[in-house]
């Protein structure tokens, strides 16, 4: 069966630390992947979607970069943290776009 | 205008309490989904709509799409359904864009006393 992991579930860092946040996804192949956010109060926002490795595409200009080093691989990173960019992250996936999502347990980054 | 509105925003209900959420969104979509965010912060897929009706355990969701309309309906209704209930939909994009981008609600957060 396919799972998603994804981890650290909770981090705090200080504000210009680096980041990096990893996400696999087990049992499926070229699957779609996402990193999403979501801030206090706010919806979840896609931040960078990748059809294959090394594909990625970003839906709002940030302080932060993804890579996709593997098939199943999605890593989310900053060089140097701001204090906005603390909320939930939220790592997903899906075979097609139109068939259902599976989300990872997400990462709470709180940036001090 | 969010594209995904839902309501209500917070809902709090009594143990055994049949329960409605309702998403409205205003683009054109090819599906809407349905998720569940626990305490915790994790999401659960709970279902994935394009037409009509699905039904799992004691919950149902419905969608219009002419109406661009959809409820997610709780029946006898636990505790252990408090969570955070999200709508999201897969908007048909015209020109390129997203794809497998969701647009999402900002949720309905519900909560069973009993």
């Known amino acids: 069966s396919q799972t998603i992991h994804q981890w650290p579930a909770t981090l705090v860092q200080p504000v210009g630390s680096p980041l990096s946040l990893e996400c696999t996804v087990e049992?499926?192949?070229?699957?779609?992947l996402y990193w999403y956010r979501q801030a206090a109060g706010r919806g979840l926002q896609l931040l960078f979607y990748?059809?294959?490795?090394?594909?990625i595409s970003s839906e709002v200009p940030q302080n932060l970069s993804a890579s996709r080093p593997q098939d199943r691989q999605f890593i989310l990173s900053s060089k140097k943290l701001l204090l906005s960019d603390s909320g939930f992250y939220l790592c997903?996936?899906?075979?097609?776009?139109?068939?259902?999502?599976?989300f990872g347990q997400g990462t709470r980054l709180t940036v001090v | 205008k969010n594209e995904v509105e839902q309501s209500p925003q917070n809902l709090t209900a009594q143990e055994g309490e049949f329960i409605t959420i309702n998403c409205s969104y205003s683009?054109?979509?090819?599906?809407l989904h349905w998720l569940q965010q626990h305490p915790g912060g994790g999401i659960v897929s709970l279902f994935m709509?394009?037409?009509g009706k699905k039904k799992h355990g004691r919950l149902i969701a419905t969608i219009n799409i002419q109406e661009k309309h959809s409820s997610l309906h709780i029946t006898a209704s636990h505790p252990r359904d408090s969570a955070v209930y999200i709508c999201?939909?897969?908007?048909?994009?015209?020109?390129?864009?997203?794809?497998?981008?969701?647009?999402f609600g900002k949720g309905t957060k519900l909560s069973v006393k009993p």
């Open positions: 997903a996936w899906r075979g097609q776009p139109n068939t259902e999502a599976f």
């Open positions: 049992g499926t192949s070229n699957p779609n």
């Open positions: 990748s059809v294959g490795i090394g594909q």
């Open positions: 683009v054109g979509i090819s599906a």
């Open positions: 709509l394009s037409s």
């Open positions: 999201a939909v897969k908007k048909i994009w015209n020109y390129g864009g997203s794809q497998g981008n969701l647009i």
